[in-house]
């Protein structure tokens, strides 16, 4: 049985002016996921190594809406995140994404050291090879456009991936539908939300849904 194990990492964290404040917005942010997802989830997010944190997800349907919720909740850091559908070797924990092991985690470990080393921000594992080919350049490309993105657009992101409409996230984002359509056509926000669903699309097939 494949699993889909998300790695997500702070960029930077370490030169942070407030790490306390920090850190108390990357554990709401978190248990918020964790009450919002507990049926998606097979082990919770959880905090690792104080800049780090991972879960197991049963699909793949709200991943991406989760990775920019986070991006959102934790600007102005930057988060990178780490993908990878594969074997789990021990129990699944499903109090704790702790003391697990498999080529899930090591791909998701492999692919969060390379993230690291060009700059990106997202990365994916466990594709079929065509699928993978495919990926792996758009997300370089995705991951350099959004950089720069700041809170407003974030949480239009976020919105967009779990189906909400425009009233809704201009009531969210405290902003006009009129600005909401703005931003939306400005950075191609539809057209991102498109290419982020055929990739979820991909991780499921992954995962034999």
Same mark, same amino acid.
């Given at each position: 049985?494949?699993?889909?194990?998300?790695?997500?990492?702070? *960029?930077?964290?370490?030169?942070?002016?407030?790490?306390?404040?920090?850190?108390?917005?990357?554990?709401?942010?978190?248990?918020?996921?964790?009450?919002?997802?507990?049926?998606?989830?097979?082990?919770?997010?959880?905090?690792?190594?104080?800049?780090?944190?991972?879960?197991?997800?049963?699909?793949?349907?709200?991943?991406?809406?989760?990775?920019?919720?986070?991006?959102?909740?934790?600007?102005?850091?930057? *988060?990178?995140?780490?993908?990878?559908?594969?074997?789990?070797?021990?129990?699944?924990?499903?109090?704790?994404?702790?003391?697990?092991?498999?080529?899930?985690?090591?791909?998701?470990?492999?692919?969060?050291?390379?993230?690291?080393? &060009?700059?990106?921000?997202?990365?994916?594992?466990?594709?079929?090879?065509?699928?993978?080919?495919?990926?792996?350049?758009?997300?370089?490309?995705?991951?350099?456009?959004?950089?720069?993105?700041? &809170?407003?657009?974030?949480?239009?992101?976020?919105?967009?991936?779990?189906?909400?409409?425009?009233?809704?996230?201009?009531?969210?984002?405290?902003?006009?539908?009129?600005?909401?359509?703005?931003?939306?056509?400005?950075?191609?926000?539809?057209?991102?939300?498109?290419?982020?669903?055929?990739?979820?699309?991909?991780?499921?097939?992954?995962?034999?849904?």
């Amino acid at each position: 049985m494949n699993h889909l194990v998300l790695i997500g990492d702070l *960029v930077a964290s370490r030169h942070a002016t407030d790490r306390t404040s920090l850190q108390r917005r990357l554990q709401k942010a978190v248990q918020s996921l964790n009450r919002r997802r507990e049926a998606g989830l097979r082990s919770p997010f959880t905090i690792t190594l104080g800049d780090e944190f991972q879960a197991i997800y049963r699909d793949a349907d709200t991943t991406f809406g989760d990775v920019f919720f986070l991006l959102h909740a934790l600007a102005p850091i930057r *988060v990178r995140f780490a993908l990878s559908v594969g074997k789990i070797d021990t129990p699944i924990n499903k109090r704790q994404a702790i003391g697990m092991d498999g080529p899930a985690f090591h791909e998701a470990r492999e692919i969060m050291n390379g993230l690291k080393k &060009d700059g990106r921000l997202l990365g994916l594992g466990g594709l079929d090879p065509e699928a993978s080919r495919l990926a792996k350049p758009v997300l370089a490309i995705f991951s350099g456009i959004i950089e720069p993105w700041r &809170d407003t657009r974030l949480r239009l992101m976020a919105g967009l991936l779990d189906g909400a409409d425009s009233v809704s996230l201009a009531k969210a984002a405290q902003i006009t539908p009129r600005a909401v359509n703005k931003n939306i056509r400005a950075a191609d926000l539809d057209e991102w939300r498109r290419v982020l669903l055929e990739l979820t699309r991909s991780l499921n097939t992954a995962l034999g849904r």
